[in-house]
């Protein structure tokens, strides 16, 4: 089974502090994603990566920057935190490869646990 | 703009039959996703639609009318676990992200 790591389950960060969110896959996968999940408003993409040095920004960039220097790790970077940004993170990977037509066991993505990030 | 609609919440009971809709307007159709997520974990892979018509496995079905740019998720012979948020998503343009509506609450009652 494909693993996605995400490496804290909880965090409890101070506004203005820089905080890392690591995520780590095992399969060799080229996509990696970021959202974050709030209560009425669903998963929200914040950033995506296609392969290794590439990014690209999604619906609510403000506030976060990516790394994703190794295929396996994509990294989520709040360069100052803010109470605005206490959310849970989730982190999901998927690969290119994929066959067209017919359903699929799993043509989407794997998640992660999650972070539960909390900012005071 | 691009958009997915899903009803905040439904209830059912056990042994019962449930239908949850979602409709979607997006740039481009690659295909339709649901996920099952228990509260305070990951979600996890139901099913998915790229051709039009219904999908089956086991007590869960999905069907898809991409003219109508609609699907639905069914959910036989409800169970207590069955209770959770179930999420559709949609892959519009290739080689983009995920779009995720805001999610259905099931809460299945005996």
């Known amino acids: 089974d494909v693993k996605v790591t995400q490496s804290s389950r909880y965090l409890v960060k101070r506004t203005g502090e820089k905080v890392f969110l690591e995520c780590v896959q095992d399969m060799d996968h080229e996509n990696m994603f970021w959202y974050r999940q709030d209560p009425g408003l669903g998963l929200r993409l914040i950033y995506f990566?296609?392969?290794?040095?590439?990014?690209e920004k999604g619906d609510i960039p403000e506030g976060y920057s990516v790394s994703r220097e190794k295929k396996e790790r994509f990294s989520l970077i709040l360069e100052s935190a803010s109470t605005n940004q206490t959310s849970m993170y989730l982190c999901?990977?998927?690969?290119?490869?994929?066959?067209?037509?017919?359903?699929?066991?799993?043509?989407?993505?794997?998640f992660g646990s999650g972070t539960r990030l909390t900012v005071v | 703009g691009q958009n997915i609609d899903q009803p905040t919440e439904m209830t059912a009971t056990e042994g019962a039959i449930v239908q949850i809709n979602c409709t979607y307007q997006?740039?481009?159709?690659?295909?339709l996703f649901w996920y099952q997520q228990h509260a305070g974990e990951a979600p996890t892979f139901l099913s998915y639609n790229v051709l039009d018509g219904l999908e089956e496995k086991g007590r869960f079905s999905s069907f898809l009318s991409r003219s109508k740019g609609y699907s639905y998720l069914l959910l036989k012979e409800l169970q207590m676990k069955d209770s959770a948020s179930y999420l559709c998503a949609v892959k519009g343009q290739a080689g983009t992200a995920l779009i995720f509506g805001k999610g259905t609450t099931l809460s299945v009652s005996s």
């Open positions: 999901a990977s998927r690969t290119l490869g994929f066959s067209l037509g017919a359903s699929a066991t799993n043509e989407g993505y794997t």
């Open positions: 997006t740039s481009g159709f690659n295909g």
């Open positions: 990566s296609y392969d290794v040095k590439m990014k």
